[in-house]
């Protein structure tokens, strides 16, 4: 003869409560997920890359004029990427300063698209161990002429790999095209720039800005090279806003001194 089981209440109090714990087992690493994808760091530095034939010390008189007037100046690193990889750094992190200037030079800055490319990947071995040593989780940046290109190259390629989020980009005087004038030809870089667009940020904001010492261009760089950012960024992220600067100092080397440029930078970047 079969005996019947009998369930004590304690072992159905039991059951009904693991019942209970279930959606909470499998809501609680969701939970987790989505505030690390949301968490943001309250280090937000802005990196500075220059062109090329500039070194790390390119920005310095910029930062001077930053940081002039500025109740908490901006802390200034510097880091140069020697060919092999490795990094030196100089100056340092103030306490309390979340919004950094990091300028990233290299051992080889020559112009060239095969350099261009290198020095994007040495960008990226910088970032990632600047990225492990501060712990930031979303930056802004600047790069002037080369500077610009070897960013966007990054944010291309790289970025994602990080789990770090641009916020801005600035990109000043940057040749898209490389330095041909003819507006039919189509160069290797802004080829392969074009063909990545869509791995850019959605929710980057960019500034590009002209300089325009004569209808052409800035007296290097020709307009309709820096022009071809259009064709890159819109469409593409949230917001592209091309500025054309005329005046003194319009000139591709004096442009990232400019006045002009310099309440842009204070305007659009670093707000």
Not at 41 to 63: C, D, E, M, Y
Not at 155 to 163: C, G, P, S, V
Not at 228 to 252: E, L, P, W
Request: hydrophobic residues 40%; contains cysteine; positive net charge.
């Amino acid at each position: 003869m079969k005996q019947r089981l009998h369930w004590s209440p304690f072992f159905l109090v039991v059951g009904l409560l693991v019942l209970l714990c279930l959606p909470g087992f499998w809501w609680q690493p969701h939970q987790a997920a989505s505030v690390r994808a949301h968490y943001q760091s309250a280090l937000a530095p802005v990196f500075l890359v220059p062109g090329s034939s500039a070194t790390q010390n390119r920005f310095n008189a910029l930062v001077k004029e930053l940081n002039h007037e500025t109740p908490k100046p901006h802390s200034l690193i510097r880091v140069e990427v020697l060919t092999n990889g490795h990094l030196h750094y100089s100056g340092h992190l103030r306490h309390g300063d979340n919004r950094p200037f990091i300028v990233v030079g290299f051992e080889n800055h020559h112009d060239g698209y095969a350099n261009i490319l290198k020095q994007a990947q040495w960008f990226t071995i910088a970032f990632k161990a600047l990225q492990k040593t501060y712990q930031f989780n979303h930056f802004s940046a600047m790069g002037h002429s080369n500077g610009g290109l070897i960013l966007t190259l990054f944010m291309e390629q790289d970025l994602a790999a990080t789990k770090a989020k641009a916020d801005r980009l600035m990109t000043i005087a940057s040749p898209f095209n490389l330095e041909e004038s003819d507006a039919e030809v189509d160069t290797p870089l802004f080829k392969q720039l074009v063909a990545k667009r869509d791995q850019l940020p959605k929710r980057l904001l960019v500034y590009s800005i002209a300089g325009s010492q004569t209808f052409a261009g800035d007296g290097i760089v020709p307009f309709d090279s820096v022009n071809r950012g259009k064709f890159i960024f819109q469409g593409r992220v949230k917001n592209f806003t091309q500025i054309t600067v005329t005046g003194a100092n319009a000139n591709h080397a004096d442009l990232p001194e400019n006045k002009q440029i310099v309440g842009l930078i204070r305007q659009d970047l670093l707000t």
